[in-house]
């Protein structure tokens, strides 16, 4: 049984991971009961006669629409586990539904599992009573706040809230060695397992043909102030105008859009800067292969899906030295990594890339070769061992 507070039709890791995984272990014979979040909406999506969701009432936060409350439905949840009796409940989240899946797995003697894919510390800002109440647009000055900056006391709460549910799990999944480190300097004292989300390898294909020259740059993934792609626009307005024919593509949905379109326009790029977006997952793989460069300045990343999907479509990366993008992005490797907020070293190594064109390819090879790492199957046969381990171990 599986509590997750995001889920389809949102689209993010976290729920292109679960449906991933409970798909694959779903042909394999294994029962699932997703409990997520109701979008309020008529969008349904069927993985498998083996995999049954239900729906709990919700509300969108006000500053960030694809995110919603769950209203805590305790009862429901109680009496879906007493009817469907799980061998383990899988928690996915810090939130809501995470800690009535933990209630849960208490109260019926259910063997509790969590996995950690988000930095909650780094979302404070959207549940400020500014934010909550949707006045933060009056004061937003336009791309570059990061949440919880100015609020270190909310973070820190941020963390105990988190760590103390975490503590509560048999045993926690993180999805690469640097949330490990993290979570164990943190204070987490349960036993960590590293298992990556994995990637579809059979839906992101390698490049067949490079470009001569670096055209466009692509940026994909959830736009909210966290993720800090002002930087990288602000990185590539630094050698926009030197190189005409370069452009920028940005594909997702959040709440800095608003303000990074006007960040755009005060830089003049309007011309050069495109944003797309929200982009179905099954179309990304075709923005990618159109593309010849990956950057993200995100300095939250667990581990970054779409950056692992970027470098299955043969890209190389630039990143920033924060969490999980390391361990992805190996410097000089398949992409380049530079200090959190170096603007202009960010501009340095796109440009590095116009100057030398050849790298494109050597080390969008390289990507390629490292995300055979994160073949979708093989994390999920790991998830597998991990739960018959646990029941094995009751």
């Known amino acids: ?21 409970t798909r694959i272990l779903a042909q394999k014979g294994h029962k699932f009961i997703i409990i997520a979040p109701d979008y309020n909406n008529k969008k349904r999506i069927k993985l498998h006669p083996n995999i049954k969701i239900v729906r709990i009432k ?34 996915e989240t810090y939130a809501v539904l995470g800690l009535l899946g933990a209630k849960v797995a208490n109260k019926l003697k259910i063997p509790l599992i969590g996995t950690y894919h988000t930095i909650v510390a780094e979302f404070t800002k959207y549940f400020s009573p500014i934010s909550l109440l949707g006045l933060d647009k009056l004061f937003n000055t336009g791309g570059g706040n990061k949440p919880g900056e100015r609020e270190p006391m909310t973070k820190k709460f941020a963390w105990f809230i988190t760590l103390n549910l975490f503590n509560k799990c048999k045993e926690v999944i993180v999805p690469s060695k640097a949330i490990k480190r993290e979570l164990e300097k943190r204070g987490l004292n349960k036993k960590i397992i590293v298992v990556s989300n994995g990637v579809n390898l059979s839906l992101f294909t390698s490049k067949k043909n490079y470009s001569p020259k670096l055209r466009k740059i692509v940026h994909v993934g959830r736009i909210s102030y966290e993720k800090n792609v002002d930087q990288t626009i602000k990185a590539f307005a630094l050698i926009s105008e030197k190189y005409p024919l370069l452009n920028y593509e940005i594909i997702g949905s959040g709440p800095a859009v608003d303000s990074l379109k006007e960040l755009v326009l005060n830089l003049k790029l309007e011309n050069k800067v495109a944003f797309r977006g929200l982009v179905p997952h099954n179309n990304l793989p075709e923005h990618y292969k159109k593309s010849d460069l990956f950057i993200t300045a995100s300095t939250m990343e667990t581990q970054g899906l779409v950056i ?10 630039i990143g920033v030295d924060a969490y999980a993008v390391p361990d992805s992005v190996k410097n000089n490797i398949n992409g380049f990594i530079v200090k959190k907020s170096d603007i202009e070293s960010m501009a340095k190594k796109m440009e590095e890339f116009i100057k030398n064109p050849s790298l494109l390819k050597k080390l969008g090879k390289n990507s390629v070769k490292i995300s055979k790492e994160h073949e979708i199957k093989k994390c999920t046969l790991e998830m597998e061992k991990v739960y018959i381990n646990l029941i094995k171990n009751e």
């Open 1 to 21: 049984m599986i509590f997750t507070d995001t889920f389809f039709p949102a689209n993010d890791g976290v729920v292109t991971s679960i449906i991933n995984s």
């Open 308 to 317: 692992l999907e970027a470098m299955a479509s043969g890209l190389p990366i």
């Open 58 to 91: 919700s509300m969108a936060l006000p500053n960030y629409k694809e995110y919603r409350f769950v209203l805590p439905n305790y009862r429901k949840c109680l009496k879906v586990a007493e009817s469907f009796k799980p061998d383990i409940i899988h928690i």
